[in-house]
Nanobody, 120 residues
Framework: QVQLVESGGGLVQPGGSLRLSCAAS????????MGWYRQAPGKQRELVAS???????NYADSVKGRFTISRDNAKNTVYLQMNSLKPEDTAVYYC??????????????WGQGTQVTVSS
């Protein structure tokens, strides 16, 4: 059973920083792209950042220059370093992984979500 487990959310003041982590566990044959999405109340889920297995990254315009995505392939873990946080970054952040479990087909998996609240 493949699982994505996120950690690192919380309450932070504007201008502060948080680091999110997401570890994929279970019988995994390979992991392709990994990414972070977020969903604010009343809004659609949106892509924040993604990273390929080779390390190529992609960011939403709203977070460029403030957020950095990285991954540790040996640990099947993806990170999101969030700096200069703004109140509009408040949302539930979801980890996503495009992966192939052992003996199965390539699918998209989601974590359970972690709340990030930016407020003074």
């Amino acid at each position: 059973q493949v699982q994505l487990v996120e950690s690192g959310g919380g309450l932070v003041q504007p201008g502060g920083s948080l680091r999110l982590s997401c570890a994929a566990s279970g019988s995994i044959f390979s992991i392709n792209a990994m990414g972070w999405y977020r969903q604010a109340p009343g809004k659609q889920r949106e892509l924040v950042a993604s990273i390929t297995s080779g390390g190529s990254t992609n960011y939403a315009d709203s977070v460029k220059g403030r957020f950095t995505i990285s991954r540790d392939n040996a640990k099947n873990t993806v990170y999101l370093q969030m700096n200069s946080l703004k109140p509009e970054d408040t949302a539930v952040y979801y980890c996503n992984a495009d992966l192939t479990p052992v003996g199965s087909y390539r699918l998209s998996y989601w974590g359970q979500g972690t709340q990030v609240t930016v407020s003074s």
